[in-house]
């Protein structure tokens, strides 16, 4: 079963403009990953922060994860014709185990 | 090095032949993961070995599939009498051992029985 859901299901925004995706879940967290897929090819990790981290940047990228809500959110400033994919945030519950949890995505698509 | 590979990457199967799917992972990866991905859903969990011990296979949706990693670094994934609903990408992914490290991914392997 999936353990979170991300909203949109489907974004379409100009080249240059921000994107934020949301992610909620349901249980207590180890850390939240962010991946990106682009269409028929595999999983690419984005980033990730750990429970007690609140947000976290890399590059053109910006995670802010709120345990108390349960939910987080990626945003990508500046945003790029190569940016078009699709977006899965990814929970890690529990220490020992590092099997992921994903959420059912954001198709995200940007309009040159 | 190299990525995480897959094969092959595409396979037709009628319906109650079995195949078998391969990972290589990257090398010096304790740990790996099976994930099946239906269209338009993110990727669910299948099993998790580290290095030849599988350490859960809570997610392996029935007795037909089975998954093995005898010398912990090649693994296999096999589905008997494969039925249409196993139709879907089946990921696999490394990483190093122990919490908070990133997975990698290989492109997957899309299965479809007919």
């Known amino acids: 079963s999936q353990q979170g859901e991300e909203d949109p299901q489907a974004l379409s925004i100009q080249e240059g403009e921000n994107a934020t995706m949301n992610c909620s879940y349901k249980?207590?967290?180890?850390?939240l990953q962010w991946y990106r897929q682009n269409s028929g090819r595999g999983l690419v990790h984005l980033i990730l922060?750990?429970?007690?981290?609140r947000e976290k940047h890399s590059g053109r990228l910006r995670v802010t994860l709120d345990t108390s809500k349960k939910s987080s959110s990626l945003l990508i400033t500046a945003s790029r014709a190569a940016d078009t994919a699709s977006y899965f945030c990814?929970?890690?519950?529990?220490?020992?185990?590092?099997?992921?949890?994903f959420g059912t995505g954001t198709r995200l698509t940007i309009i040159p | 090095g190299a990525g995480v590979s897959q094969s092959p990457r595409y396979k037709v199967a009628k319906r109650g032949q079995d195949v078998a799917l391969r990972c290589d992972p990257i090398?010096?990866?304790?740990?790996l993961f099976w994930y099946q991905q239906a269209l338009g859903q993110g990727p669910e969990f299948l099993t998790y070995?580290?290095?030849?011990?599988?350490?859960?296979k809570s997610g392996l949706p029935s007795d037909r599939f089975f998954a093995e990693r005898p010398e912990g670094s090649v693994s296999t994934l096999k589905i008997q009498r494969t039925q249409q609903e196993d139709s879907a990408v089946y990921l696999c992914?490394?990483?190093?051992?122990?919490?908070?490290?990133?997975?990698?991914f290989g492109p997957g392997t899309r299965l479809t029985v007919t």
């Open positions: 090398s010096g990866h304790v740990s």
């Open positions: 922060i750990r429970s007690n981290e």
């Open positions: 992914a490394s990483s190093s051992a122990g919490t908070n490290y990133e997975q990698y």
């Open positions: 070995f580290q290095n030849e011990a599988q350490l859960d």
């Open positions: 990814a929970t890690e519950k529990n220490f020992g185990n590092e099997k992921l949890t």
């Open positions: 249980t207590s967290i180890n850390n």
